[in-house]
């Protein structure tokens, strides 16, 4: 399955400067989060550490995006069709 995945201009360096790139997965319905790093991480080695920590959590200054849901770790299922959005979390105070 071929999942898009829109990437935040912080990660630009890591994707060759492209803000849209494509993992495939081989689950033919659906995927998950770390299938879909895992794909992108041999394509663009040094990505997923950025994205995701070493228990297998995305990394709090980091969101990701299911759609419109929040995805939280490497098990969130990425149903067919369905875009992914990797941003920076936003803080301040």
């Known amino acids: 399955m071929k999942v898009r995945v829109r990437v935040a201009a912080l990660l630009h360096s890591y ?3 492209r803000d849209v790139i494509e ?3 081989p689950a ?3 995927a998950t989060l770390g299938a879909v790093m895992d794909d992108i991480d041999r394509r663009h080695p040094g990505f997923a550490f ?3 920590d070493e ?3 995305v990394r709090r ?3 990701v995006y299911v759609g419109e849901e929040s995805a ?3 098990a969130s299922p990425i149903p067919a069709g369905t875009e992914v959005f990797i941003v920076g ?3 301040g105070g």
């Open 72 to 74: 939280r770790d490497r």
């Open 89 to 91: 979390a936003l803080s």
């Open 61 to 63: 200054h980091m969101n």
């Open 23 to 25: 993992a495939e997965t």
């Open 15 to 17: 994707t060759g400067g």
């Open 50 to 52: 950025r994205v995701i």
């Open 28 to 30: 033919a319905d659906a």
């Open 55 to 57: 228990m297998g959590r």
